[in-house]
Every structure is written in C-alpha cells, then in structure tokens.
C-alpha cells in the first residue's frame, strides 16, 4: 500500500449541483430530478411521521392511569387509528423506498434519472393529494375504526369518517405502486455497462423485492378498501353479515395485502442495513448472494402467512396448522440475513460511527421482534397474546425497532451525500445510543403487559397492569427525545456543517464517486464497473479519499 | 406470578395453562440464547475487530457454504418443534370435551350476556364451579367481538353471523377477568368483567340464592308454537326430532352435520341448505328472532330426542327425557352421577378426519 501525500483541497468554488443550479419554487415543485423528488419525500414523510408521533405522544399519556384521565373513550380511539393510518401508510411504506431508494437507485446503478421521471414526480403529488384526504379527515373529527377497518365496524356501525381516509389510503396506495413500477423498469434497462446483477449493491436487490411485493400485493388493497366504501355509501352486502356478507372475507382481502405490507416496510430496512454493515467493517458482505436471495424468498414467502392474523377469528383448525407451518418458515430466510450480517464484522475493520450504531441496533431490535414473532406463529401461544400489547410490542420491534432504526441509520450515512454537509458526530451517536434505550424502555414492558393479557386498544385496564404502563410511558418519553435531537442537528447541518469531498466514509459504491452533494444528472460522465460491489479488499484509489474541510 | 406486587405472569386457572406456559417458556429460553448470543457476537467482534487505523482494509473473506446450511437448518428444525408442540396444543383447544356443560355467550357493543341452560342469565360476570369442563357458545348481536380469559389461555372472534366455540377446565378457584379484545368501537375497552370459579358447595350456595328465568329449551318451545314453526315440521318439511349432531342429506347430494350453526342457517336462510326430498317452503326468519330468540329456539330443537316411530304427530312432542323445566334443582346433589345438564353428547362423525395429533 502506498501513502498519498495530503494535498490541501483547492479554494472552493461554487460548483452547480442538483440543489443550487435553480432556486424557484416551481422548480422543486415542477422537477423531474429523482433527488430532489427523494427531498421532497424526505420533507412529506418527516411531517407526516411527527404528526402519527403526537397522536402515539397522547397514547402514551393518557395509559399513564388505569381510567383514562386525558382522553375519553372517543378520542382515544381516533387517536390510536391516525396513529396506524400515518405510520404505516404515510410513513413506514414510503420511508426508505420513496426517500433513499428514489435518490440512490439510479445513482448506485449509474443512471441519470429513474426510467420515469414524470410518473416519479406523480407519484408525490398522489402521496401529497392522500395524505390531504387522511389530514382533513382528522381535522374534521377523525376516524375510529383502528388501522386496520375491520368489518362489520368500519362499514356499518362507526359514524366517523371512514369514507374520506379509505379514499386517502387508496390514492396514497397508487403513489406506492408507480414508485415500484419505476424502480423495477430502471433496474431491469438502466444499469450503466459493467453492472451485471451480481453486480448490484445489496440495497438495489432489497429495494426491487420490496417493488415486486409492492407491485403485487397494493392492487389488493384498493380492490378491498373500495368494496368497503361500496358498503358503506350503498350498502350493498359483502362483508357485513346482516346484508349478506361475510366479514372474514374482510380480513383476508385485507392481511392479503398487508401481511406483504409488514415486508414492504421491513425489506428496504434489511436493504439499508446491508450497505451500513459492509461500509462500517469495511468488508464484503459474508454471504452476498444469500442476502440477495433471502430478500427475494422473503417476498415470495410473505404473499403466503396471511392467514396468521386469523388464527382466533375462527379458520379451520387445518388451514390454522398450514399457515402456522408458513410463517414460521419466513423466519429462516431473515435468520439468514441476520447470522450474515453478524457475520461480515468477523475480522472487519469495525468503525462505531453514528450510522453503524443504528445498524447494529437494528439486528438486535429486528433479532427480538423476530424471535417472537415465531412465538406468534406458534397456534397455542397465539391464541393467548393474539389481540394483546404482544403483538403491539412484537410488531414495533420489526416497525421501529427494524425500520426506523434501519431508515434513521441511512438518512445519517447518505446524509453527507445528499447535503454535502456532515452532521455532528457526538449528537449523532449520542442520539441513537438514546433512541435505542428509549424504545427497549417503551416496548419490552409492553410483552410483558401481552403475556399479562392486557389487550390492545384499551385505555381502560386493570389496575394491575400500570406499572409496566407507566414503564413503557417514561421510554416513550426518552424515545420522543431521541427522535427530536436528529430533526435538530440534522438541520443545522444544513448551515453549520463542516463540507465534505466526494466519499467521506471511504466506503464503495457508484454513489461515492460522484460529488456531495451530486449534479443535477448524478455523474460527469457514466460510469463503467468492472469488478464485484463491496470491493473493499481491492484497496481502490477512489475509497482513499478523506472527508475535505472547508 | 407476582413480585412484589408486580405482575410478571397471568395465574394459571385451566387445563390450558400449564401446557400454553411450558411451550412458551421453551420458546422464551431459546430466543433468549439466540439473542444474548447474537448480542454478545456483536459486541466481542466490535471490541477484537475495532478499526485501528483509518487506513486499516481487511481481508475478503469467501463464501461458506457449510455455515450458511448449518444456520439454516438448525432454526428451521427448532421451528418444526415448536411448529408440532403448538399445533398439537391447539388442536385440543379446537376439541371441547364430550359432556361438557354448554353456556350460552352474546357479546354486543359493549357487553357480554351469558345465558345457562337451566334459565340463570347474568350479565358481565359468569359463576362456574371447578374442575367442570366448560363449552361456551357465542354469538355477537351486532360487529365482531372476543371472548379472551388470560388466566385460562383461551380467546376466540365472535363474527356476527355464526356460532363459534371455545372450551376450557378451570383448574382453581378464583375471580379472573375476561376482556373483550377485538376492537369494538367506543367502549371497546370497558367490555369486560369476570370469570368467577367456585368450589362445588359454594357454587350450589350461589346457584340457590339466584332467580332463574325461562329455561331457554321451554322459551324455545313457545316461540316454536308463536313462530308456527310446529305448522309444518314433521309433516311438509323436516323433521326436527334428534336432528342436533345427524347427517342431513342435502337435495344437491351434500351431506352436512346438523350442528348449531346450520340449525340457525336453516331458520335464518332457509333457502341455501335445502334437506333432500322438500320443496323451499320455508320463509326466512331474518330479522324477526332476536340472538336470545334464536338460540332459544335452537336449545328446543337440540332437546328434541330422536323417537322410534317417525310418524307427524310425535315430533313436535318434547323427547321422553324431561325438558329442563320439569327439573327443577339440579344443584343440590353436586356433583351429580349423570351430568346434571339436559345436552346430547356430540358425537363424532363418520368421515370426519383424524386428528394427526392424536387427540381425541
């Protein structure tokens, strides 16, 4: 290995790149760039994601005391549905896909653009127009049916609006799919030359799975969410058993669809989380084409084990033990990836910088939401905590535990890319190291609570039961702080943050070839790839370069 | 399982628990050694494998194909353990025991109604004696409901529309709760109340100092006659004696069990499983018979004993076996010889398959 002199970085000059060559509003709200597109996202999903926070804020408060002292029984409820409908619709789904996936797939695979740069920005615009009907709705006095619109309740008894966020979710719905449809096409024509699909980063191989679940199971969606406005404004009968219909249709049609939804959000989690590991020991993934193809049986798979949020709601005990036998087998898959991530520290060059404390917070977060998400699958255990603060707890282990963690650990390694500015190093760790806490202190009562048999969406309860709720409040607290910190040093970043040069965390990738922040069309000139990704053993000039100072 | 006033686990109250506990525990220990073992992984690569220069590029380690199996394999063969342990667990929690005194539970927004077959109704609260198996059968008067008694590890979905079972021993005596956990609206969290288990002699103390009403088979009886049901069955339409738990032969060549839920699809819908050898005379009783009506009227025909002679006359005749009203304190030699409850065994079917599990 040879030592390259230091050279002192040439006096700055402005240099045009996607932020600064225009200024105006319309060309933020008129443009085609992918990147700025990936902003505008950023900027929606953060809005949306602190909007579901003071709902989850108010849950939390009000399960301090055993009779509710803050909300009445009606608030509380509408509380807990906006809560679902912005977390996972308007937030988890769009988080990694919309923001990190719309600015670093084309880049990372050496294209200019997405193939569709105008469906791109239409997908936004579709994202802004549902989110619109979901936000009014709850101004105008929300909704109470709980995320999930569980028939004969959502289409004949509740008298909030149902209507309106139904249509907000079916709209947001086709925003998702455009989105997907424009990731696959680009991944199938615009790898530049050299990109062989071997050749991928793990993250473009976790984002196409997520856009073929996306592509497949969303349709499901708008076909149920439209049979139940039918029900509702017409009353023709399809799922209320009073007109004729049969409301476990309902929850098929209905865990049809969201059952893959828990992997449209956990997989660009798994996708980020390759990129964070490899980068931060510096090391080829252990098992490249094992995490690239587990993401791919995890796809298949999901569209198989809806039926295990069934297993009380009165199946045959065979079609029971058949999806039990199913869902237990998704496991294998993500056992996979989290014994190959693990394993890609073995003798790395291990750097504990803020992104890679998010990513191994992630494996043992999404490693707990894991294991008991097999006790779930398990009958007899399900039919105990089915229903309770078990399940809560189990899937924002996944949600948050995976996904946020997974997202938050992505915004702060690309943050540099996307910004050109780096964020401050000890608020970045300190932060996470607080989020991490924070969410163990408000989510590991909550299995407790489950076994204990408290069921969801109670805000009446034993009293009992208040001491693991009071426990799981004050995290909750610890939790908000953590969230708010990042939105704080991240943005004084933007105005304080030291510059950095082309590839701050020495790490591979087309993504770091190119400047920080990237030109309007990504590179000065195509790249061409000749060798494997996450080449870090080759010791290429290009990884040498050292964050520049100002 | 309590330390120092906190709540660790639920007190185990039936037959189930111990089981549901033990499987669990089991599960528990491994996903902890799974996690503390991943955990520690973690930290000691993190701490042996720390960068020690900014210029520091480690080797590339190859693929390794025996590992990756071994990871695979391992926990998919635990998981078929669990999968076996699990399944055939629930499988006996889908199988009420034969004689098992039958409860009748209507659950609507926001409360839960149980009625028991010797008329005594009570509302929120349920009094059982122990170590009496216990069949509940539920209906829901308006959206879907749960009947969940943690202390018992049981809990099933109450979809309106039908009739669905859930089955336990209490093994200790006591006030549990129940909840109702699938959302129900408003006050989805206040419908709730509970499982009160007795020893025997404090159970007939109870059973003696409470009124009961209408035996629901004798209110049956009456609304058979006020329905004009008595009209025609026996003699234009089926007859209904010892019809609860035979084979009906349908006209398109099904045979179906008449279990309680076709005996309330055969009322409400007449037209959709029409027996073999009838035309579709009979009118729907949709709307017109409340949840209460219903299984009153259900509690009459499940009381009906087959009888020798099929002739029109005899089958609206109540069987030979007293109907419940005629016997009017069941409690005092607790726990009766005979089980003191006037309800068919179920019986199991021909054609039904095995359990793979092997239970009963």
Redo the contacts between chains.
């Keep these: 290995?040879t030592t390259v002199p230091y050279i002192p970085a040439p006096p700055r000059e402005k240099t045009l790149d996607y932020l600064n060559h225009d200024y105006r509003l319309s060309s933020w709200l008129l443009t085609r760039d992918h990147k700025r597109i990936a902003i505008l996202f950023m900027i929606s999903i953060t809005i949306m994601f602190f909007v579901g926070g003071i709902a989850a804020t108010l849950i939390r408060l009000s399960l301090l005391s055993p009779d509710?002292w803050l909300l009445r029984?009606?608030t509380y409820?509408k509380m807990f549905t906006i809560h679902g409908v912005i977390m996972v619709w308007f937030f988890l789904i769009p988080s990694v896909p919309n923001v990190l996936g719309n600015f670093f797939l084309p880049i990372m695979i050496g294209a200019r653009d997405l193939a569709f740069p105008r469906l791109n920005l239409a997908s936004w615009y579709l994202y802004m127009i549902g989110a619109v009907f979901t936000l009014m709705a709850l101004i105008l006095g929300g909704v109470?049916t709980?995320w999930t619109f569980?028939t004969?309740?959502s289409s004949?008894?509740?008298n909030t609006h149902v209507v309106m966020v139904v249509v907000g979710v079916f709209i947001a719905g086709f925003s998702t799919i455009m989105t997907a449809m424009n990731f696959i096409v680009t991944t199938h024509t615009m790898r530049c030359p050299g990109m062989t699909w071997f050749r991928l980063p793990l993250f473009v191989w976790g984002i196409y799975a997520t856009s073929l679940i996306q592509i497949l199971a969303t349709p499901i969606l708008a076909i149920t969410l439209a049979l139940l406005g039918v029900e509702r404004i017409w009353r023709i009968g399809i799922f209320d058993?009073?007109v004729g219909g049969?409301?476990?249709l309902f929850q098929h049609m209905f865990w049809f669809y969201s059952h893959p939804a828990v992997y449209i959000m956990i997989l660009p989690g798994m996708a980020v989380e390759s990129e964070l590991i490899t980068c931060f020991?510096?090391?080829?993934p252990?098992?490249?084409?094992?995490i690239a193809f587990s993401s791919l049986a995890i796809a298949m798979l999901s569209f198989l084990v809806w039926a295990h949020h069934m297993?009380?709601?009165?199946m045959s005990?065979?079609a029971?033990?058949t999806f039990?036998?199913l869902s237990?087998?998704v496991?294998?898959p993500s056992?996979?990836k989290?014994?190959?991530w693990?394993?890609t520290?073995?003798?790395?060059?291990?750097?504990?910088q803020t992104p890679m404390l998010y990513a191994?917070g992630f494996?043992?977060l999404f490693?707990?939401g894991g294991?008991?998400g097999?006790?779930l699958?398990?009958?007899?255990?399900?039919?105990?905590v089915?229903?309770?603060y078990f399940i809560i707890a189990h899937f924002h282990y996944i949600m948050v535990g995976g996904m946020v963690m997974a997202y938050l650990g992505g915004i702060h390694y690309w943050w540099p890319k996307m910004t050109g500015r780096m964020y401050n190093e000890w608020w970045g760790k300190l932060s996470a190291i607080i989020i991490f806490i924070g969410f163990n202190l408000t989510f590991f009562p909550q299995y407790?609570l489950g076994?204990?048999?408290m069921?969801?969406?109670?805000?009446?309860?034993?009293p009992?039961?208040q001491?693991?709720n009071v426990l799981s409040s004050a995290g909750a607290s610890i939790l908000a702080v953590g969230y708010v910190l990042p939105l704080v040093y991240l943005l004084l970043s933007l105005r304080y943050g030291k510059r950095v040069g082309p590839n701050p965390w020495?790490a591979t990738g087309l993504e770091w070839k190119t400047s920080s922040p990237p030109p309007e069309h990504n590179f000065e000139e195509i790249p061409v790839v000749t060798h494997e990704p996450y080449a870090?053993?080759l010791?290429l000039p290009e990884m040498?370069e050292?964050t520049q100072d100002e | 399982m309590n330390y120092k006033?906190?709540?660790?686990?639920?007190p185990r109250a039936s037959q189930?628990a111990p089981?549901?506990d033990a499987?669990?525990l089991f599960?528990?220990a491994?996903?902890a050694f799974?996690?503390l073992g991943?955990?520690m992984?973690?930290v000691y690569?993190?701490i042996r494998?720390?960068?020690?220069s900014?210029?520091?590029?480690?080797?590339?380690?190859g693929?390794?194909y025996a590992?990756?199996a071994i990871?695979?394999i391992v926990?998919?063969s635990l998981?078929?353990v669990?999968?076996f342990?699990?399944?055939?667990?629930?499988?006996k929690?889908?199988r009420p025991a034969p004689y098992a005194v039958e409860i009748h539970v209507i659950g609507k927004?926001w409360m839960w109604k149980f009625e028991h077959t010797d008329g005594i109704r009570e509302i929120n609260q349920l009094h059982i004696p122990i170590n009496q198996p216990v069949k509940l059968i539920m209906a829901s008067q308006?959206?879907?409901h749960?009947f969940?008694v943690?202390?018992f590890?049981?809990?099933?979905?109450i979809?309106?529309?039908?009739y669905?079972t859930e089955w336990f021993i209490p093994t200790r005596t006591g006030e549990f709760?129940f909840?109702?956990?699938?959302?129900?609206?408003?006050?989805?969290?206040?419908m709730a109340g509970s499982v009160i288990v007795m020893e025997p002699s404090d159970y007939q103390a109870w059973h003696a100092g409470v009124l009961p009403s209408e035996p629901p088979a004798a209110a049956g009886q009456k609304l058979f006659t006020t329905y004009g049901c008595i009209a025609c069955h026996g003699q234009r339409a089926p007859t209904l004696a010892g019809l609860y738990n035979s084979r009906v032969q349908l006209q398109d060549g099904s045979v179906v069990v008449a279990d309680e839920n076709y005996l309330r699809r055969s009322i409400l819908d007449p037209t959709n499983q029409i027996v073999a050898g009838f035309p579709p005379i009979m009118p729907s009783y949709r709307g017109q018979l409340s949840e209460e009506q219903l299984f009153q009227l259900i509690s009459y025909i499940k009381s009906l004993q087959p009888v020798a002679n099929v002739s029109g006359k005899e089958l609206t005749e109540p069987s030979t076996r007293p109907a419940p009203a005629d016997q009017p304190s069941i409690i005092p030699n607790f726990p009766p010889a005979e089980s003191p409850y006037p309800i068919v065994p179920p019986q199991r079917h021909q054609g039904e398959?095995p359990n793979p599990f092997g239970g009963k």
């Design positions: 290995m509710s029984s009606e409820n109470d709980g569980y004969p309740y004949s008894f509740s058993p009073s049969d409301p476990v020991s510096r090391k080829h252990f098992g490249y084409v094992f297993f009380v709601a009165g005990i065979y029971g033990m039990s036998l237990m087998m496991a294998v056992a996979i989290v014994f190959n693990t394993a520290l073995y003798k790395g060059s291990v750097s504990l191994l494996i043992g490693t707990m294991l008991t097999v006790m699958a398990t009958l007899a255990i399900d039919v105990h089915h229903d309770t407790i076994y204990l048999g069921p969801r969406r109670y805000h009446y309860y034993p009992e039961f001491f693991w020495r870090y053993y010791e040498k050292e | 006033g906190i709540p660790f686990g639920p189930f089981e549901v499987l669990f599960e528990l491994i996903s799974a996690v991943i955990f992984t973690i690569f993190a494998y720390r960068r020690r900014e210029d520091e590029v480690p080797p590339k380690t693929q390794h590992i990756e990871w695979s926990p998919f998981m078929l669990m999968f342990w699990g399944a055939g667990l629930y499988s929690m889908k927004q308006d959206v879907i749960d969940f943690p202390a590890r049981v809990k099933q979905d979809v309106p529309g039908s669905v709760r909840f109702c956990s699938q959302y129900c609206g408003t006050d989805h969290s206040r398959p």
